[in-house]
């Protein structure tokens, strides 16, 4: 059977949630065993989103294949459980280098290349190397941006030729705000939304609703109205206690059904046992037994997006604990003096994020210090492994300035070094050591052999410093416990203290946390977190 198509658009303004939207359409699809791929348009011109600002952007994922991709590619994975292709992401920067770089060569002699039809062939083109490459019955394609945007409409075009041929649903994600005096659902914004999608084109199959509270009957009558379509194709997208809850919610409302059989899927059956999975690690997320602090300590705090898979790997791990995990946002910087015990009252347990530059690095060391001293349980990710490192070396070890050569060139005791392999690297994009390695633990003593429950495992990677080996001896014989390895054995991949809950790790083991198979590491944190609460 050839591939379907869903497309996902926004009406009115970003930050609906349309991410979560695509990826709860993404989990109904598998629900019925169906093989799914997303796609994610992105109309900015930079190739990926690896130079960006997390501040500016939220986070950069990382894919095993190296790719560096929009934080919507981390929400599929987390609901699909599946791990995704680099390919998957379409941004204007890839296109137009693609465009640009065949024109130079020659591709379109004597032609002048416009947006309608170069752009937008190569958009379909793309798609439809997807679909014939791996076969799936279903393309699910979150287009970024909202409708009436300049950068996203030659996507959007595309996707109005692409339904010419193909069999492609529309659905339009809106917003329907109400007025806190009078509490009354506006669907005037809707309205125009519907308006501009039609002077695309496109009259979308589906119209699903983001609001504060649900979906007044009156206000769907009145949305089928305008939208041209039967109620039942008007879907209450109203907040949900959990983001995990909105597939269960589509579906509570019959969604499910209607979308599969405009699909041509009609036929297919649901699979009991995933829903019914899927229910139980929800259920535990709304109705924890029991609850643990976690203390995360980072240099992007005030945009929590850019610690989007932090927060959710946690989430994860508390569903798999029976736990509800009450996060405690900590900006490094305020770390940098005061009196810690204040600063971390309260805390179960503390992770140290990921990151890049000087700023809030020595709040950070304030703060692993803290950790270790106490016998708080700690996990350091990546900058937050560097930074342990450095902390021992200085505190334990008596290296007075030790640290990273990325925050001090100078430093006597460069524990934390640039990469072999990044030396004499200038261009800055895609050029870390990036993506999946693997990764040995030999000694079943150590933390990371008892939390991940085997030698060999493998996690993502997003970094340009590491352990600089020089330290190994000096660093193992004062009892920081070097536990895991690239296979060659060439780069230190963990350190743990020898006493208590203490791992620090190179890699981004947050990246390939899903709910239905949680990271060890923070399972791990959480299960050692609530004891030491308890
Ligand atoms: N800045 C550090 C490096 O480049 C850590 C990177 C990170 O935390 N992702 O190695």
Redesign the pocket.
């Given at each position: 059977m050839p591939t379907k198509y869903v497309v996902i658009l926004g009406s009115l303004m970003s930050g609906l949630g349309k991410g979560v939207v695509t990826s709860s359409i993404l989990r109904i699809l598998d629900f019925y065993n169906c093989k799914v791929i997303p796609v994610k348009f992105d109309g900015y011109l930079n190739y990926d989103c690896g130079t960006m600002n997390p501040y500016r952007h939220g986070e950069v994922f990382v894919l095993d294949d190296k790719s560096e991709v929009d934080m919507d590619f981390g929400i599929y994975e987390r609901f699909l459980n599946k791990s995704l292709k680099g390919d998957y992401s379409i941004t204007g920067g890839k296109l137009f280098s693609q465009l640009l770089s065949k024109e130079r060569k020659g591709d379109y002699l004597g032609a002048d290349i416009q947006i309608i039809p170069h752009m937008t062939d190569e958009i379909i083109k793309r798609i439809e190397g997807i679909a014939s490459r791996e076969k799936p019955d279903v393309i699910v394609i979150e287009v970024g941006g909202t409708v009436g945007d300049i950068e996203n409409s030659y996507f959007i075009e595309a996707m109005r030729q692409l339904s010419l041929d193909h069999d492609v649903t529309f659905v339009n994600l809106t917003y329907i705000p109400s007025i806190d005096v009078v509490g009354e659902q506006k669907t005037k914004p809707a309205q125009i939304g519907f308006r501009l999608l039609l002077q695309s084109g496109i009259r979308a199959d589906y119209v699903i609703c983001r609001c504060s509270t649900k979906l007044l009957e009156k206000t769907k009558e009145k949305l089928a109205l305008f939208a041209h379509l039967e109620k039942s194709r008007i879907v209450d997208d109203s907040t949900q206690e959990s983001l995990y809850s909105l597939p269960l919610h589509f579906m509570d409302q019959g969604f499910d059904r209607e979308l599969m059989k405009d699909l041509g899927l009609g036929s297919l059956r649901i699979s009991k046992e995933k829903v019914s999975e899927w229910k139980e690690r929800v259920g535990r997320i709304l109705r924890p037994s029991r609850s643990v602090t976690i203390g995360i300590i980072g240099k992007y705090t005030e945009l929590r997006d850019s610690y989007a898979s932090v927060k959710e790997a946690l989430i994860h791990a508390g569903s798999e604990n029976d736990a509800r995990i009450d996060i405690r946002w900590i900006e490094s910087e305020t770390l940098e003096s005061g009196d810690m015990s204040k600063e971390l009252a309260g805390i179960d347990g503390i992770i140290v994020t990921?990151?890049?530059g000087k700023r809030g690095t020595e709040g950070m060391i304030n703060g692993i210090r803290y950790a270790r001293e106490h016998g708080i349980p700690f996990l350091g990710?990546?900058?937050g492994m560097?930074l342990m490192v450095a902390e021992y070396a200085r505190n334990v070890c008596g290296l007075k300035d030790a640290n990273?050569t990325?925050f001090d060139p100078g430093t006597k005791h460069n524990v934390i070094d640039i990469l072999p392999s990044q030396i004499g690297i200038k261009d800055k994009g895609g050029t870390?050591r990036l993506g999946a390695y693997d990764c040995v633990i030999p000694s079943k003593d150590s933390t990371a052999y008892k939390v991940y429950r085997k030698g060999m495992i493998s996690e993502r990677h997003?970094?340009?410093?590491?352990f600089n080996n020089r330290y190994r001896k000096l660093l193992s014989k004062n009892g920081l416990v070097l536990s895991g390895f690239t296979k060659d054995r060439k780069l230190v991949e963990f350190a743990e203290w020898k006493d208590g809950f203490g791992i620090g790790t190179q890699a981004?083991p947050e990246l390939k946390s899903r709910l239905q198979d949680p990271a060890p590491l923070f399972v791990g944190l959480v299960k050692e977190s609530l004891s030491a609460k308890e």
């Open positions: 990921g990151g890049f990710i990546c900058l560097q990273s990325e870390m997003r970094h340009r410093y590491e981004h």
